[in-house]
């Protein structure tokens, strides 16, 4: 079974940095657009960046010039390089995937849409 697993969240100091991991595990043959999502207390969960197969990004306002996205398509891994953090940007961070095609057999694939990782939080104090 294909998962998405985010690692790399932490407590960290206003202006600190982090740099949050999500790897996909099982037998992947190839990963559509990737992306980060984060969930405050009490809020929404709200897009903060994605990535696209062809390596196009995207960001929210909020996040823009501070953080940046990126992915190593060998690891299946993708990237939130996060900088010049604020307390604003506390939240539990979400990875998601629009699509998976993973292998079943040695020759067979399946497709699995809209993958979501458990999420790793993300505090930042003033």
């Known amino acids: 079974q294909v998962q998405l697993v985010e690692s790399g969240g932490g407590l960290v100091q206003a202006g600190g940095s982090l740099r949050l991991s999500c790897a996909a595990t099982?037998?992947?043959?190839?990963?559509?657009?990737m992306g980060w999502y984060r969930q405050a207390p009490g809020k929404q969960r709200e897009l903060v960046a994605t990535?696209?197969?062809?390596?196009?990004?995207t960001y929210a306002d909020s996040v823009k010039g501070r953080f940046t996205i990126s992915r190593d398509n060998a690891k299946n891994t993708v990237y939130l390089q996060m900088n010049s953090l604020k307390p604003e940007d506390t939240a539990v961070y979400y990875c998601?995937?629009?699509?998976?095609?993973?292998?079943?057999?040695?020759?067979?694939?399946?497709?699995?849409?809209?993958?979501w990782g458990r999420g790793t939080q993300v505090t930042v104090s003033s």
């Open positions: 998601n995937t629009d699509r998976i095609c993973y292998y079943i057999s040695r020759t067979l694939t399946l497709y699995k849409y809209d993958v």
């Open positions: 990535i696209t197969s062809s390596n196009s990004t």
């Open positions: 099982g037998s992947i043959f190839s990963i559509n657009s």
